[in-house]
């Protein structure tokens, strides 16, 4: 591995500190208003979204079905209020029993 990766994963952790450190630190000890808090709260989950609804999309090529019901098995099985662990188990055993009826 050359200097220039060392360089490049420098920069990247760097990237990836500053804007994390800068509030906490910043911010220590500021309450802030209920509806800033909030939207800061829901960040993680619309970040989330962006970035699985590509991936429900396009898990299979030329089965959009699959990605799908993947997607509602893991929707039903939070909205029911399982534990994480069991949304992704649930959803990974639905799909694959799919696999190999289709």
Known sequence: ?????????LGMALVTYI???IPLTFLQGVELPPFISGILRNIPFAILGA???PAI???Q??????GVLGAAVAFGIAYAGSNVIF???????????YSLVI
Do not use: K, T
């Open 51 to 53: 970035l699985i609804f």
């Open 87 to 97: 949304v992704v188990l649930g959803a990974i055993g639905v799909l694959a029993v």
């Open 57 to 59: 999309l396009y898990v």
């Open 19 to 21: 804007p994390r450190a």
């Open 1 to 9: 591995m050359g200097i220039s990766y060392w360089w490049m994963i």
């Open 61 to 66: 090529e030329g089965d959009l079905f699959f």
